[in-house]
């Protein structure tokens, strides 16, 4: 079973500090990763994409992709309270068109 | 304008009752998609659609069917609605290029609950 594991959290950080979330998948041939950012009640929001190993960053976020280990990261700089909320995992496992896997989430919250 | 609508937002109904959930998007992609989110479970897929003739089942298929009405439209209707239906439902597009690699775009919700 293709599984998508993240720490449910909640995960605190102080404001202006730097956020890590952290992911691992089980299907090896994953082609494409996400993430998503959901607030309590609203839909999840596509914040970051990464398919090839190292680094991508994109404003204060930056997504990190090592496939040996089957590992994605999220990395979240001077962090704002604006940066609460449920951080949804996501991966398409084999590289096609079907439905993505998503882990849990991980409930961050950023201390003023 | 949102990209993605669904129609009802609320809906609460009883147990046996048929409930249809409508998604309408204006994004131009061909592939839609339903998942829903129960607390603790994270999203799951149910049904999802490459274009009008193509309909293929998800993980937790059981208890629900769609319809694509056209490339824009795509329905989610629980036949006899169940307690344990009750769940936040999505509806998700994404476009076939290569270079998107599946990346997913989300409508608003609508939270069932079924009594």
């Known amino acids: 079973q293709k599984e998508v594991e993240q720490n449910s959290g909640p995960l605190s950080v102080p404001e202006g500090a730097i956020a890590s979330l952290n992911c691992t998948y089980s299907d090896r041939g994953s082609q494409s990763f996400f993430w998503y950012r959901q607030y309590s009640g609203k839909s999840p929001e596509l914040i970051m994409s990464i398919y090839s190993n190292g680094d991508k960053e994109d404003g204060r976020f930056t997504a990190q992709l090592n496939k040996a280990s089957q590992y994605v990261s999220l990395l979240i700089r001077d962090s704002q309270p604006s940066d609460s909320a449920t951080y949804l995992c996501a991966v398409n496992p084999g590289g096609g068109a079907d439905g993505l896997t998503f882990g849990k989430g991980t409930h961050l919250i950023i201390q003023p | 304008d949102a990209d993605v609508t669904q129609t009802p937002r609320n809906r609460i109904t009883k147990t046996g009752k048929r409930i249809m959930l409508e998604c309408s998007q204006t994004k131009g992609h061909d592939r839609m998609y339903w998942y829903r989110q129960d607390p603790g479970l994270g999203l799951r897929l149910i049904y999802y659609?490459?274009?009008?003739?193509?309909?293929n089942k998800g993980e937790i298929s059981d208890g629900y069917s769609v319809s694509r009405q056209a490339q824009a439209k795509f329905s989610l209707s629980l036949e006899s609605a169940i307690p344990n239906q009750t769940a936040l439902y999505f509806c998700?597009?994404?476009?076939?290029?290569?270079?998107?690699?599946?990346?997913?775009?989300f409508g608003p919700g609508t939270r069932l609950t079924v009594l």
């Open positions: 998700a597009t994404s476009e076939p290029q290569a270079s998107s690699y599946n990346e997913q775009f």
């Open positions: 659609s490459f274009d009008v003739k193509d309909i």
